[in-house]
């Protein structure tokens, strides 16, 4: 199916105000991104990236975590304990203090 440049845009781009995503055009129909409050230690913001198309045994997906890391009495033992061991800090946001932090994970043929 073609779609023009503002459907292009539109359904290959996600934003909020911690980060944005851009996946490829044949993705379109395919992913989602959904956001859960995950504040089971710390404040922290979980966003569920997958990717489901209709090749079977592919895919996959991400977990986004933000984690409001301002809080400098809080050691860091319990913000690590906040996300899966396997989450690789990837970055910080410009405007607070909020790490990024990212697990994926996907199949393949």
Same mark, same amino acid.
């Given at each position: 199916?073609?779609?023009? /440049?503002?459907?292009?845009?539109?359904?290959?781009?996600? /934003?909020?105000?911690?980060?944005?995503?851009?996946? @490829? /055009?044949?993705? #379109?129909?395919?992913?989602?991104? #959904?956001?859960?409050?995950?504040?089971?230690?710390?404040?922290? #913001?979980?966003?569920?990236?997958?990717?489901? @198309? @209709?090749?079977?045994?592919?895919?996959?997906?991400?977990?986004?975590?933000?984690?409001?890391? +301002?809080?400098? +009495?809080? @050691?860091? +033992?319990?913000?690590?304990?906040?996300?899966?061991?396997?989450?690789?800090?990837?970055?910080?946001? +410009? *405007?607070?203090?909020?790490?990024? *932090?990212?697990?994926?994970?996907?199949?393949?043929?």
């Amino acid at each position: 199916m073609a779609y023009d /440049e503002k459907d292009v845009a539109a359904k290959t781009h996600y /934003e909020n105000k911690y980060f944005s995503i851009d996946v @490829p /055009e044949d993705w #379109i129909g395919y992913w989602d991104v #959904i956001e859960e409050e995950n504040s089971l230690y710390v404040d922290q #913001i979980l966003y569920r990236l997958s990717y489901k @198309p @209709p090749v079977e045994n592919y895919g996959g997906g991400a977990e986004i975590y933000i984690l409001d890391m +301002s809080d400098t +009495s809080v @050691p860091l +033992s319990v913000y690590r304990a906040s996300i899966p061991d396997y989450a690789e800090e990837v970055g910080v946001v +410009s *405007f607070a203090d909020y790490d990024v *932090f990212v697990m994926e994970v996907g199949g393949g043929l």
